[in-house]
């Protein structure tokens, strides 16, 4: 699919998510008079009311006699910042929503606990083997684009970075976005060190860049630019919820890069137990078919007939490009710069 030394995927030891939640609710005095509270960090259209994480909630406090408690920060990268500037003080127990691109960086803080959630049943394009992430959806990143505004799309991303002013983009900043950073490694994967000039070549189309993925589509939506920055499961949201196929996703044929989302434990958590419960149930049947209609990607397992139509019908790019973790962690200050350098000339 894509570059295949990607970091050292999961092999995790076993704790079913009932055992893990048994072990977890041991750990409650029984006549204790309050809850314990399980802080997630994660980015916001996570937890909005169109996404995943109310659903999760109810089904999670169902069983744990705790209570969840979000904490949302604008996007992926935002989320390993702000677990960077906090170190061993942090109050979160579990960190939802970095990828790929973030886990080398993330691990090399000290902060991540192996996660010792039994994996077998993943479903991934790749193979799986790391103890401390544990992934939990996946997608492609594209530029999905309104057909009634822009009927011919750009056909490649050489098309697209022709140096002409239209059509014009939003994209995400790389700082603070996972999709703005994997764009970056997108370019980069490709082009290497003709990235700058691919960037010189787009700079023209960028009519804003946004801190994270829910303003630029919100600004797309609203009719502000015909092309986003996304992911080529986006038009499912618009083909199951407002029953449309306005909205479409450019497949190109140099090839899309790939984005696995993770979630791990703390090691400075005041509730490991309840944290590792929490990350086999993400894991579980129950969890991942919430996925699909509320965060919009492809599940980390295989949830057979309660996958929508509307996935199995998507068009999935010929070729997937990801890099290895540890040579996105090496470069991603660079490249960052890089960027915007080429477009802020």
Known sequence: MRKTSIIGLFSGSTLPFAVALAVALASVPAMAQEKPVLTVYTYNSFTSEWGPGPQLEQAFEASCACDLNWVALEDGAA????????????????????????????????????????????????????????????????????????????????????????????????????????????????????????????RPKILTVTQGWSESYGLFTAGEAPLVLSYTTSPAYHQIVEETDRYKAAIFPEGHYMQIEVAARLVSSAQPELAQAFLAFLVSPAAQKVLPTTNYMYPARDIGADLPQAFAELPKPEKALLLPAEEAAANRDAWIKEWLAAISE
């Not at 677990?83 to 090399?108: C, I, P, Q, S, Y």
């Not at 994996?119 to 790391?130: R, S, Y």
């Not at 401390?132 to 009634?148: I, K, Q, R």
Request: proline letters at 8%; charged letters at 20%; aromatic letters at 8%.
């Open 79 to 202: 989320l390993l910042a702000r677990l960077k500037m906090e170190g061993a003080n942090t109050k979160a127990d579990l960190v939802l929503g970095l990828d790929t691109n973030l886990v080398a960086e993330a691990r090399a803080t000290g902060l991540i606990a192996p996660h010792g959630v039994d994996l077998a049943g993943l479903a991934l394009p790749i193979a799986w083997a790391d103890v401390d992430f544990v992934p939990y959806d996946w997608g492609y990143f594209a530029f999905v684009y309104d057909s009634e505004k822009l009927p011919a799309p750009p056909s490649s991303l050489a098309d697209l970075a022709d140096g002409k002013a239209e059509p014009k983009i939003l994209i995400q900043d790389p700082r603070t976005s996972t999709p703005g950073l994997g764009l970056v490694m997108w370019l980069r994967s490709l082009y290497g060190d003709r990235a700058p000039e691919i960037w010189v070549g787009i």
